[in-house]
């Protein structure tokens, strides 16, 4: 099986840019969550979807949105970028979301914002 | 509270020894523990998963889980190397649907 593909790799955006990130989970697999990680506040949780819907959300603010599509391939959105934004966002599908269902993350997709 | 906290290390070990990772979270209704590792530059990778208390073991990882003291461990036996990595702990608190990880302890295993 194929596992989680993220795309692109790398972004270089500026200030006041929308940057849109896509992920597409291993096959099957029905839950994508999408992180961001930075060195200082390590791996915090965005939000998760799961059969198109938004189940839950991390506190972001509303710059941060996603969508999920009927192939459960998912975006994510940041407008108005700010240097803050920088970081690697990680994109993680797993088969229903439950409890019990391990994640497995993509490659990342790496954010710069000058 | 943070709701996973984590040593952030670095933790030595001799090539050989066992290395002992500890997580403890905050939410006692949590439901599933995930340990992970992550090489510099990489994404996380899924080591291995434990939902009950006691001893859960895998080639020469063992996760320990006391749900009681909200503890959850991770031993490396005969470590390598290769395991050198920062290790991610991450809990399914009891509203399901998130993942909450430390913010993982970086592992150094000298030849």
């Known amino acids: 099986k194929a596992g989680v593909t993220q795309t692109p790799r790398y972004l270089i955006k500026t200030r006041g840019q929308q940057v849109t990130l896509s992920c597409s989970p291993i096959?099957?697999?029905?839950?994508v969550s999408w992180y961001q990680q930075t060195p200082g506040q390590g791996l915090q949780f965005l939000f998760e979807y799961f059969s198109e819907t938004q189940r839950n959300k991390g506190n972001f603010p509303g710059r941060f949105s996603g969508r999920q599509f009927s192939n459960s391939r998912s975006e994510m959105n940041v407008s108005t970028l700010e240097l803050g934004d920088s970081a690697l966002y990680l994109c993680?599908?797993?088969?229903?979301?439950?409890?019990?269902?391990?994640?497995?993350f993509g490659p990342g997709t790496r954010l710069t914002v000058l | 509270q943070k709701e996973v906290e984590q040593n952030s290390g670095p933790l030595s070990v001799p090539e050989g020894a066992i290395a002992s990772l500890n997580c403890t979270y905050s939410?006692?209704?949590?439901?599933?523990f995930f340990w992970y590792r992550q090489y510099s530059g990489k994404s996380p990778e899924l080591i291995m998963f434990?939902?009950?208390?006691g001893d859960k073991e895998d080639g020469r990882f063992t996760a320990q889980l006391n749900k009681a003291s909200q503890y959850v461990s991770l031993l490396i036996r005969d470590s390598q190397p290769s395991d050198s990595a920062t290790y991610l702990c991450a809990v399914t608190p009891s509203n399901f649907n998130k993942f909450y990880f430390g913010s993982g302890t970086k592992l150094n295993v000298k030849p």
């Open positions: 993680a599908s797993s088969q229903y979301g439950t409890p019990y269902n391990e994640q497995f």
């Open positions: 939410d006692r209704g949590s439901q599933s």
């Open positions: 434990i939902y009950s208390n």
């Open positions: 096959s099957g697999h029905r839950s």
